[in-house]
Protein backbone atom coordinates (compact mmCIF):
# COMPACT_ATOMS: atom_id res chain seq x y z
CA UNK A 1 0.00 0.00 0.00
CA UNK A 2 0.98 3.67 -0.68
CA UNK A 3 2.18 5.70 1.70
CA UNK A 4 -0.09 8.73 1.91
CA UNK A 5 0.87 12.18 3.82
CA UNK A 6 -1.93 13.93 4.97
CA UNK A 7 -1.55 17.98 4.37
CA UNK A 8 -3.96 20.76 4.65
CA UNK A 9 -3.56 23.41 2.07
CA UNK A 10 -3.81 27.28 3.12
CA UNK A 11 -7.45 28.31 2.82
CA UNK A 12 -8.79 24.87 3.31
CA UNK A 13 -11.82 23.77 6.00
CA UNK A 14 -9.61 23.57 9.74
CA UNK A 15 -6.19 24.87 8.17
CA UNK A 16 -6.68 28.15 10.29
CA UNK A 17 -7.60 25.93 13.83
CA UNK A 18 -4.32 23.83 12.57
CA UNK A 19 -2.02 26.49 12.44
CA UNK A 20 -3.29 28.42 15.43
CA UNK A 21 -2.42 25.27 17.68
CA UNK A 22 0.14 27.30 20.00
CA UNK A 23 -0.22 27.72 23.48
CA UNK A 24 0.11 31.43 23.00
CA UNK A 25 -3.00 32.99 21.96
CA UNK A 26 -0.85 35.40 20.62
CA UNK A 27 -0.52 33.89 17.21
CA UNK A 28 1.41 35.69 14.65
CA UNK A 29 -0.47 36.50 11.01
CA UNK A 30 1.99 33.90 9.00
CA UNK A 31 0.94 31.51 7.02
CA UNK A 32 2.71 28.39 5.47
CA UNK A 33 1.50 26.83 2.09
CA UNK A 34 0.35 23.61 3.98
CA UNK A 35 0.50 22.42 7.34
CA UNK A 36 1.30 18.51 7.33
CA UNK A 37 0.03 15.65 9.93
CA UNK A 38 2.81 12.75 9.17
CA UNK A 39 2.30 9.57 11.22
CA UNK A 40 5.39 7.29 10.28
CA UNK A 41 8.50 8.29 9.53
CA UNK A 42 8.35 7.65 5.41
CA UNK A 43 5.75 10.15 5.71
CA UNK A 44 8.20 13.20 6.78
CA UNK A 45 10.59 11.99 4.85
CA UNK A 46 7.38 12.43 1.89
CA UNK A 47 7.07 15.89 3.18
CA UNK A 48 10.51 17.03 3.00
CA UNK A 49 10.80 15.98 -0.31
CA UNK A 50 7.58 17.67 -1.29
CA UNK A 51 8.95 20.84 0.45
CA UNK A 52 12.14 20.89 -1.84
CA UNK A 53 10.26 20.03 -5.13
CA UNK A 54 8.50 23.30 -4.27
CA UNK A 55 11.40 25.35 -2.84
CA UNK A 56 9.60 26.09 0.53
CA UNK A 57 11.01 26.38 4.19
CA UNK A 58 10.24 23.77 6.63
CA UNK A 59 8.99 24.27 10.52
CA UNK A 60 8.48 21.71 12.69
CA UNK A 61 5.95 22.02 15.83
CA UNK A 62 5.69 19.40 18.13
CA UNK A 63 3.50 20.66 21.51
CA UNK A 64 2.73 23.98 19.94
CA UNK A 65 4.85 25.27 23.56
CA UNK A 66 7.32 27.49 21.92
CA UNK A 67 5.70 31.23 22.60
CA UNK A 68 6.65 33.14 19.37
CA UNK A 69 5.58 30.25 17.16
CA UNK A 70 8.55 30.44 15.06
CA UNK A 71 7.40 26.95 13.21
CA UNK A 72 5.48 28.96 10.98
CA UNK A 73 6.72 30.16 8.40
CA UNK A 74 4.90 32.57 5.89
CA UNK A 75 4.62 30.14 2.21
CA UNK A 76 6.86 27.33 3.72
CA UNK A 77 5.62 24.01 4.85
CA UNK A 78 4.67 23.23 8.77
CA UNK A 79 5.68 19.26 9.58
CA UNK A 80 2.98 19.05 12.84
CA UNK A 81 4.36 15.56 14.93
CA UNK A 82 1.96 15.08 16.74
CA UNK A 83 0.54 12.00 15.48
CA UNK A 84 3.92 11.01 14.63
CA UNK A 85 5.48 7.10 15.62
CA UNK A 86 2.47 7.38 18.32
CA UNK A 87 3.85 3.85 19.86
CA UNK A 88 6.04 4.12 23.02
CA UNK A 89 8.24 1.36 22.91
CA UNK A 90 10.58 -0.03 26.17
CA UNK A 91 13.79 -2.63 26.12
CA UNK A 92 14.01 -4.28 29.57
CA UNK A 93 17.69 -5.45 28.48
CA UNK A 94 18.92 -2.42 28.10
CA UNK A 95 16.57 0.01 30.03
CA UNK A 96 15.95 2.57 27.41
CA UNK A 97 12.73 3.56 25.60
CA UNK A 98 12.03 4.87 22.21
CA UNK A 99 9.23 7.96 21.91
CA UNK A 100 8.31 10.43 19.22
CA UNK A 101 8.78 14.21 19.41
CA UNK A 102 5.38 14.60 19.53
CA UNK A 103 4.92 12.46 22.78
CA UNK A 104 4.04 14.51 25.32
CA UNK A 105 5.76 14.84 29.14
CA UNK A 106 2.47 13.69 30.80
CA UNK A 107 2.34 10.07 28.05
CA UNK A 108 5.95 9.35 28.49
CA UNK A 109 5.78 9.77 32.69
CA UNK A 110 2.72 8.21 33.10
CA UNK A 111 3.95 5.14 30.56
CA UNK A 112 7.16 4.64 32.19
CA UNK A 113 5.96 4.88 35.38
CA UNK A 114 3.30 1.86 34.64
CA UNK A 115 7.03 -0.02 34.34
CA UNK A 116 8.55 1.28 37.70
CA UNK A 117 10.95 3.53 35.45
CA UNK A 118 11.72 6.96 34.92
CA UNK A 119 13.15 9.61 32.59
CA UNK A 120 13.78 13.57 33.15
CA UNK A 121 11.74 14.98 30.91
CA UNK A 122 10.09 18.57 31.01
CA UNK A 123 8.23 20.10 34.08
CA UNK A 124 4.89 20.44 32.25
CA UNK A 125 2.92 17.94 31.26
CA UNK A 126 1.63 19.54 28.16
CA UNK A 127 5.14 20.01 26.58
CA UNK A 128 6.35 17.34 24.15
CA UNK A 129 9.26 15.45 23.98
CA UNK A 130 10.81 17.07 20.12
CA UNK A 131 10.78 20.83 21.00
CA UNK A 132 11.83 20.22 24.71
CA UNK A 133 14.78 18.15 23.79
CA UNK A 134 15.80 20.59 20.67
CA UNK A 135 16.25 23.42 23.22
CA UNK A 136 18.34 21.07 25.56
CA UNK A 137 16.08 20.17 27.90
CA UNK A 138 15.49 21.71 31.05
CA UNK A 139 14.64 18.58 32.42
CA UNK A 140 13.27 17.22 35.93
CA UNK A 141 16.38 17.59 38.75
CA UNK A 142 18.43 18.63 36.49
CA UNK A 143 20.89 20.23 38.87
CA UNK A 144 22.37 16.83 39.77
CA UNK A 145 21.66 15.47 36.39
CA UNK A 146 22.62 18.14 33.57
CA UNK A 147 20.27 18.83 30.82
CA UNK A 148 18.18 16.06 29.55
CA UNK A 149 19.20 16.28 25.80
CA UNK A 150 23.02 16.30 26.99
CA UNK A 151 22.23 13.23 29.82
CA UNK A 152 19.32 11.19 28.95
CA UNK A 153 19.49 10.45 25.09
CA UNK A 154 21.32 8.09 23.27
CA UNK A 155 20.67 8.52 20.13
CA UNK A 156 17.79 10.10 17.49
CA UNK A 157 16.63 9.02 14.09
CA UNK A 158 16.56 12.02 11.93
CA UNK A 159 15.37 12.63 8.56
CA UNK A 160 17.62 14.99 7.15
CA UNK A 161 16.72 17.86 4.40
CA UNK A 162 17.45 15.76 1.41
CA UNK A 163 14.82 13.00 2.71
CA UNK A 164 17.16 10.38 4.09
CA UNK A 165 16.55 8.72 7.10
CA UNK A 166 19.75 8.52 9.34
CA UNK A 167 20.40 7.21 12.83
CA UNK A 168 22.69 9.58 15.17
CA UNK A 169 24.43 8.86 18.05
CA UNK A 170 27.80 9.45 19.71
CA UNK A 171 29.39 7.00 17.20
CA UNK A 172 27.13 7.79 13.95
CA UNK A 173 27.09 10.86 12.52
CA UNK A 174 27.95 12.24 15.40
CA UNK A 175 28.15 15.64 14.54
CA UNK A 176 23.59 15.73 14.04
CA UNK A 177 24.04 14.62 17.55
CA UNK A 178 26.22 17.07 18.81
CA UNK A 179 24.35 19.51 17.40
CA UNK A 180 20.85 18.68 18.50
CA UNK A 181 21.03 20.07 21.72
CA UNK A 182 20.10 23.69 21.60
CA UNK A 183 19.55 24.15 18.13
CA UNK A 184 15.83 24.34 18.46
CA UNK A 185 14.12 25.48 15.10
CA UNK A 186 17.61 25.66 13.72
CA UNK A 187 18.66 22.14 13.55
CA UNK A 188 19.15 20.72 10.27
CA UNK A 189 16.88 17.54 10.12
CA UNK A 190 13.65 16.39 11.66
CA UNK A 191 13.82 14.17 14.50
CA UNK A 192 11.42 11.40 14.23
CA UNK A 193 12.32 9.31 16.92
CA UNK A 194 14.29 9.35 20.22
CA UNK A 195 16.05 6.73 22.21
CA UNK A 196 15.79 8.36 26.29
CA UNK A 197 17.93 6.41 29.14
CA UNK A 198 15.95 5.29 32.09
CA UNK A 199 16.64 4.86 35.75
CA UNK A 200 14.53 3.10 38.57
CA UNK A 201 11.36 4.88 39.79
CA UNK A 202 11.31 6.54 43.19
CA UNK A 203 8.60 8.47 45.23
CA UNK A 204 7.89 12.63 44.56
CA UNK A 205 8.21 15.05 47.49
CA UNK A 206 7.33 18.84 47.64
CA UNK A 207 7.69 21.71 50.09
CA UNK A 208 6.65 25.36 49.75
CA UNK A 209 7.38 28.46 51.51
CA UNK A 210 5.72 31.85 50.57
CA UNK A 211 6.27 35.08 51.27
CA UNK A 212 5.43 38.66 51.20
CA UNK A 213 8.69 40.16 49.60
CA UNK A 214 7.44 43.74 48.57
CA UNK A 215 9.41 45.74 51.32
CA UNK A 216 12.18 42.74 51.76
CA UNK A 217 13.31 41.55 48.00
CA UNK A 218 16.86 42.47 47.58
CA UNK A 219 17.71 41.10 51.18
CA UNK A 220 15.47 38.10 51.24
CA UNK A 221 16.87 37.18 47.43
CA UNK A 222 20.45 37.24 48.93
CA UNK A 223 19.60 34.97 51.67
CA UNK A 224 17.64 32.00 49.33
CA UNK A 225 20.92 32.64 47.48
CA UNK A 226 22.81 31.67 50.23
CA UNK A 227 20.64 28.93 51.51
CA UNK A 228 20.67 27.30 47.88
CA UNK A 229 23.99 26.76 47.95
CA UNK A 230 23.62 24.50 51.27
CA UNK A 231 20.70 21.76 49.05
CA UNK A 232 21.99 18.59 47.76
CA UNK A 233 21.99 18.94 44.23
CA UNK A 234 21.10 14.83 43.43
CA UNK A 235 17.14 14.26 42.72
CA UNK A 236 16.74 17.86 44.07
CA UNK A 237 14.69 20.86 41.60
CA UNK A 238 14.60 24.30 43.15
CA UNK A 239 11.72 26.54 41.65
CA UNK A 240 11.63 29.79 42.67
CA UNK A 241 8.99 31.96 41.85
CA UNK A 242 7.34 35.54 41.87
CA UNK A 243 3.61 36.84 41.35
CA UNK A 244 1.44 39.13 42.27
CA UNK A 245 -0.73 38.36 45.59
CA UNK A 246 -3.77 38.77 43.64
CA UNK A 247 -3.02 37.06 40.51
CA UNK A 248 -5.65 34.36 40.52
CA UNK A 249 -8.52 36.78 41.37
CA UNK A 250 -11.29 36.22 39.17
CA UNK A 251 -12.44 39.45 38.98
CA UNK A 252 -8.78 40.83 38.76
CA UNK A 253 -8.10 43.20 35.39
CA UNK A 254 -5.02 43.19 33.67
CA UNK A 255 -2.59 45.30 36.21
CA UNK A 256 -2.51 44.00 39.83
CA UNK A 257 -4.71 45.86 42.31
CA UNK A 258 -2.58 44.63 45.46
CA UNK A 259 1.07 45.49 44.24
CA UNK A 260 2.20 42.55 46.39
CA UNK A 261 4.98 40.19 45.43
CA UNK A 262 4.81 37.16 46.97
CA UNK A 263 8.02 34.96 46.34
CA UNK A 264 7.56 31.40 46.62
CA UNK A 265 10.40 28.73 47.54
CA UNK A 266 9.68 25.64 46.16
CA UNK A 267 12.06 22.61 46.55
CA UNK A 268 11.17 18.88 44.52
CA UNK A 269 13.00 15.85 45.61
CA UNK A 270 13.01 12.30 44.07
CA UNK A 271 13.62 10.13 46.37
CA UNK A 272 12.85 6.57 48.11
CA UNK A 273 11.84 7.39 51.56
CA UNK A 274 10.24 10.70 53.31
CA UNK A 275 13.42 10.43 55.90
CA UNK A 276 15.99 10.99 52.66
CA UNK A 277 13.31 13.89 51.09
CA UNK A 278 13.23 15.79 54.94
CA UNK A 279 17.13 15.42 55.10
CA UNK A 280 17.59 16.83 51.20
CA UNK A 281 15.08 19.47 52.27
CA UNK A 282 16.74 20.39 55.95
CA UNK A 283 18.44 23.66 54.54
CA UNK A 284 14.81 25.52 54.39
CA UNK A 285 14.08 24.76 57.87
CA UNK A 286 15.08 27.36 60.13
CA UNK A 287 13.67 30.83 58.47
CA UNK A 288 15.97 34.05 59.67
CA UNK A 289 14.12 36.21 62.26
CA UNK A 290 14.24 39.30 60.06
CA UNK A 291 11.98 37.14 57.62
CA UNK A 292 9.35 35.30 59.69
CA UNK A 293 6.63 37.83 60.09
CA UNK A 294 6.37 38.11 56.13
CA UNK A 295 5.70 34.11 55.72
CA UNK A 296 2.53 34.02 54.68
CA UNK A 297 1.92 30.47 53.90
CA UNK A 298 3.93 27.23 53.81
CA UNK A 299 3.15 23.46 52.57
CA UNK A 300 5.21 21.33 54.82
CA UNK A 301 6.88 18.36 52.95
CA UNK A 302 4.68 16.17 51.55
CA UNK A 303 4.49 12.69 48.80
CA UNK A 304 3.24 14.03 45.86
CA UNK A 305 1.80 12.87 42.53
CA UNK A 306 3.13 14.03 39.53
CA UNK A 307 -0.53 15.42 38.48
CA UNK A 308 0.04 17.55 41.10
CA UNK A 309 3.24 19.06 40.42
CA UNK A 310 1.82 19.96 36.90
CA UNK A 311 -1.31 21.29 38.50
CA UNK A 312 1.19 23.55 40.76
CA UNK A 313 3.27 24.55 37.18
CA UNK A 314 -0.33 25.08 35.13
CA UNK A 315 -1.82 27.76 37.98
CA UNK A 316 1.53 30.16 36.70
CA UNK A 317 1.01 29.19 33.05
CA UNK A 318 -2.63 28.96 32.39
CA UNK A 319 -4.31 28.88 28.71
CA UNK A 320 -7.50 28.20 27.19
CA UNK A 321 -8.71 31.73 27.79
CA UNK A 322 -7.07 34.08 26.13
CA UNK A 323 -3.97 34.70 27.75
CA UNK A 324 -1.33 36.02 25.65
CA UNK A 325 2.42 35.34 26.18
CA UNK A 326 5.68 37.25 25.77
CA UNK A 327 8.96 35.91 27.69
CA UNK A 328 12.68 36.22 28.05
CA UNK A 329 15.27 34.83 30.09
CA UNK A 330 18.94 34.61 30.60
CA UNK A 331 21.73 32.36 32.03
CA UNK A 332 23.82 33.71 35.08
CA UNK A 333 27.64 34.20 34.56
CA UNK A 334 29.12 32.19 37.48
CA UNK A 335 31.66 34.94 38.07
CA UNK A 336 29.19 37.90 38.68
CA UNK A 337 28.56 38.52 42.29
CA UNK A 338 25.35 38.04 44.49
CA UNK A 339 25.22 41.76 44.77
CA UNK A 340 25.60 42.46 41.00
CA UNK A 341 22.76 39.80 40.39
CA UNK A 342 20.14 40.73 42.72
CA UNK A 343 19.91 44.33 41.38
CA UNK A 344 20.61 43.74 37.83
CA UNK A 345 17.35 40.92 37.92
CA UNK A 346 15.41 42.67 40.51
CA UNK A 347 13.43 44.54 37.72
CA UNK A 348 12.45 41.19 35.89
CA UNK A 349 11.03 39.58 38.67
CA UNK A 350 9.73 42.28 40.58
CA UNK A 351 8.08 44.90 39.08
CA UNK A 352 6.25 42.48 36.81
CA UNK A 353 4.40 44.38 33.71
CA UNK A 354 0.78 42.54 34.44
CA UNK A 355 -0.95 40.57 36.88
CA UNK A 356 -0.84 37.44 35.52
CA UNK A 357 2.66 37.47 34.68
CA UNK A 358 5.79 35.58 36.86
CA UNK A 359 8.97 35.69 37.24
CA UNK A 360 11.52 32.59 37.91
CA UNK A 361 14.79 31.63 39.58
CA UNK A 362 16.32 28.39 39.62
CA UNK A 363 19.61 27.58 40.35
CA UNK A 364 20.68 24.83 38.12
CA UNK A 365 24.73 24.26 38.50
CA UNK A 366 25.29 22.73 35.44
CA UNK A 367 28.30 23.48 33.08
CA UNK A 368 28.45 21.31 29.83
CA UNK A 369 31.07 20.49 28.00
CA UNK A 370 31.44 22.00 24.45
CA UNK A 371 32.93 19.28 22.90
CA UNK A 372 30.30 16.53 23.53
CA UNK A 373 27.43 18.88 23.14
CA UNK A 374 26.31 22.29 20.84
CA UNK A 375 24.50 23.31 23.77
CA UNK A 376 27.46 24.48 26.11
CA UNK A 377 26.85 27.50 27.50
CA UNK A 378 27.43 27.44 31.92
CA UNK A 379 24.41 26.93 33.55
CA UNK A 380 24.61 28.21 36.92
CA UNK A 381 21.22 29.76 37.10
CA UNK A 382 18.32 30.35 34.92
CA UNK A 383 16.37 33.92 35.22
CA UNK A 384 13.15 34.28 33.49
CA UNK A 385 9.85 36.42 33.57
CA UNK A 386 7.12 34.90 32.00
CA UNK A 387 4.94 37.90 30.74
CA UNK A 388 0.77 37.10 30.64
CA UNK A 389 -2.05 39.02 29.55
CA UNK A 390 -5.44 38.64 27.64
CA UNK A 391 -5.85 42.32 25.93
CA UNK A 392 -3.78 42.81 22.60
CA UNK A 393 -3.84 46.45 23.77
CA UNK A 394 -1.31 45.99 26.30
CA UNK A 395 0.84 43.90 23.36
CA UNK A 396 3.56 46.74 23.33
CA UNK A 397 3.43 47.97 26.42
CA UNK A 398 4.21 44.54 27.88
CA UNK A 399 6.88 44.07 24.82
CA UNK A 400 8.85 47.13 26.04
CA UNK A 401 8.75 46.01 29.49
CA UNK A 402 9.87 43.24 28.71
CA UNK A 403 12.79 44.58 26.74
CA UNK A 404 13.92 47.42 28.97
CA UNK A 405 14.00 44.54 32.39
CA UNK A 406 16.14 41.97 30.45
CA UNK A 407 18.54 45.02 29.20
CA UNK A 408 19.41 45.02 32.18
CA UNK A 409 19.70 41.82 33.51
CA UNK A 410 21.58 41.09 29.92
CA UNK A 411 24.56 42.65 32.55
CA UNK A 412 25.18 39.78 34.13
CA UNK A 413 24.31 37.07 31.63
CA UNK A 414 26.55 34.13 29.57
CA UNK A 415 23.54 33.62 27.47
CA UNK A 416 20.14 32.94 26.46
CA UNK A 417 18.09 29.45 26.38
CA UNK A 418 14.61 29.15 25.38
CA UNK A 419 11.95 28.43 28.53
CA UNK A 420 9.54 26.56 26.36
CA UNK A 421 9.99 24.65 23.28
CA UNK A 422 7.87 23.49 19.88
Known sequence: MATRLNTVARGSEGYDQLRRRFFNERVPDIHPAEI?????????????????????????????????????????????TRNLNRDIEYDAATKIATVSPGHKVEAVTK??????????????????????????????????????????????????????????????????????????????????????????????????????STDIFKPFLRWVLETSSKVPKYGVDLFYCTFYADKDDPNGGHESASKRVLFSINESIFADSFDEAKVLASPWDVIPDEFKSYVVGTIPLVERTWEELWAIQESFQPQGNGERWNVDSILVDPTVSDDALIEAITPALYDLPSRLSSGTFCPMDYYPNEAETALSLPQKTYVSTMCCWKDAKFDSAVDKWLLDAYTKADTVSCGHVGFCAE
Open 36 to 80: ASPTTTAEVVIAIKRAREHGWKVGVRSGGHLFFCSALLEGGLLID
Open 111 to 212: YLRSLGRFFSAGHSRTVAVGGFLLAGGQGCFLRGWGYTADSWITQLEIVTSKGEVVIANKKQNADLFWAAPGSGQGFFGVVTRIWVRTIPDRKLFDMTIIVD
